[in-house]
């Protein structure tokens, strides 16, 4: 049977370019933009979208994407294709058309009339020949006498002659045209070897030289396992880079380019790996091979976000994998902000650093593919990396370093394009944040109990302790959290100690919890309600205190506000009813703390001590505030219910 001719406009531009422009593409993507996928049967992790077609009239999601390989199907109509296909028939655009769109989303410049330069493709076979031909010439070069140093230098690192061919490790020797000479001597002209990143042009008219010398030679290939470049390793100690790479050419861009990323797919498909594993260098990447792992580095620069887009493209969870030096904890730092803005469902990463003074590759040898999967395992999320890092920088020393802390962590939630997942990361860093500052207690200062309480008989233990202070009530609590729900000025003013209460009652806890996150929230000035409350709590899987929140009375008469104006509004003077809220609400609360600080400072605890001196004074604070505004105590038929 014939085959179909090849469409004229699709033969204007060569197989390289267009896989080059659909490697650096995510179909999901550009189909996510312009179609809603069902949350229910699609599998972002997996790269797996299912969505109503928009070719023919349906109600059930049987359009199909495939993100790994980018491909689309309809399993009711039967459309298929690529993401140039479906910016075909979405956008009624011709191939050209299609192909110009999508090259501008990916990066990549068209050149001017490609299609019409069949020379041009030539050229290009050339180069990748050269390439090909220069692996296979630093392949020859390491095994023959010269390369005894480099073999050496391997073998001491765990590397035989199996696995240099296998990873086509090679040496450039340490000559000025070495390359060179051997290239022109098969017909290969000087100018093309310089194209292909081989050799590199001469300054102030002196001859052209090779590109690499005195160093062991990497394979870098494109996604077709094609050789397009190299990384060399230098031999001599004192040369001025250890590391170099392969200039720009017509067919390497180091910063869309990750190594060994065709062997690593192929890897994680048979593995089911959970993700692709990001190193720093071409022998880490060797190791984590070797031991099993899926793994790629970048070549010779920081993570680059084409980069970031080949990692998600690949599936799963990608973890990026530092060592634990400076430099290391420097390019993480790097490659968290780098992400932070395409963090989205589907799209995340993990951190992992290697003890300090080693890389994955001393582990490697050391302890084998176990270690290495036990360093991957220790990874942390996103989250916890970016956390711990602002934690770092500002620490919780002052208030001032404590608000810097707090606000770095507001700005790089709002960095997250993804809405849903910029709100998530908001909620989990400030409960972080919140957790992390109740658990601060002021330093004890000997002396300071200085017999105010007589010590008890032996204390109990902290789990009875954490038991009955759990089950007993706490209704003044209880109130002031549901009068700051109720009563924004409360809330504004009171916000910090409402941080700072001591809660036992794990709902409670919730509650001032979700509380905290809530009016931290960017939506804060919309308004938080029981509801907002509510549903905040539920969705954080806080059933039970969503319920407690729901049973919450409506109190007849508000804190504060004793009568109501002509039109049935009450109308208190701010002042005044911020005063009266303060003592018939937060008092309680404080004097119900103080009771159990009491009973804890009298069996000896003296963190208990410092905390009831402190409480004391606020509680003075509060009555001196209620006196200056003349208010007279509450009445019982108005504050009963709020007093412990």
Known sequence: MARSPIPQDRMRFSDTLLRQVRDRVSIADYAGKRLTFDKRKSRPAAGDYWTCCPFHQEKSASFHVLDQKGIFHCFGCGEKGDVFTLAMKLEGLSFPEAVEKIAEVAGVPLPKDEWEDRGENERRKRIFAIAARTARLYAEALRSSAGAEARRYLQARGIGADVCERFGIGLAPDEWTWAIDKLKAEGFALEEIVAAGVAREGEDGKRAIDTFRNRITFEITDTQGKVIGFGGRA?????????????????????????????ARELIAKTKAPGLVLAEGYLDVIAFERAGIAAVAPCGTAVTEDQLQLLWRAGGEPVLCFDGDSAGKRAADKAIDLALPHLAPGRTLRIAYAPEGQDPDDIFRTGGAEALRALLEAAAPASTALFDREHARHGLATPEARAAFQAALKEAAQKIADRDTSRAYFGDLLSR???????????????????????GPAPPTQELKAFAAAARPRPAAENFLKAAVDN????????????????????????????????????????????????????SGQERAAARVSRWKNEEKPPGRKGREAGGAPQPDPDEWLALVTH?????????????????????????????????????????????????????????????
Request: net charge neutral.
């Open 433 to 455: 944040y919140n957790a992390l500052v109740r658990a601060q207690r002021p330093p004890f200062q000997p002396g300071q109990a200085g017999g105010r309480f007589k010590p």
């Open 584 to 644: 018939q609400v937060v008092l309680p609360a404080i004097r119900e703390e103080l009771a159990e600080l009491r009973r804890a400072a009298a069996e000896g605890d003296d963190a208990a001590f410092a905390r009831f001196q402190a409480l004391s004074r606020e509680a003075r604070a509060i009555e001196a505030r209620a006196r200056e505004a003349k208010l007279e105590e509450p009445q019982d038929d108005e504050a009963g219910g709020l007093v412990a």
């Open 488 to 539: 924004p000025a409360l809330l504004a003013e009171y916000a910090d100690w409402i941080d700072r209460l001591a809660i036992s009652d794990p709902d409670l806890a919730a509650i001032r919890a979700a509380l905290s996150d809530l009016h931290q929230a960017p939506e804060a000035a919309a308004g938080i309600d029981r509801t907002a409350l509510s549903l905040h709590l539920t969705r």
């Open 235 to 263: 031999l001599a100690k004192d040369a001025k880079a250890k590391y170099i790479n392969s200039p720009e050419s017509a067919l390497y861009s180091k910063s869309r380019v990750l190594y060994r990323l065709k062997q």
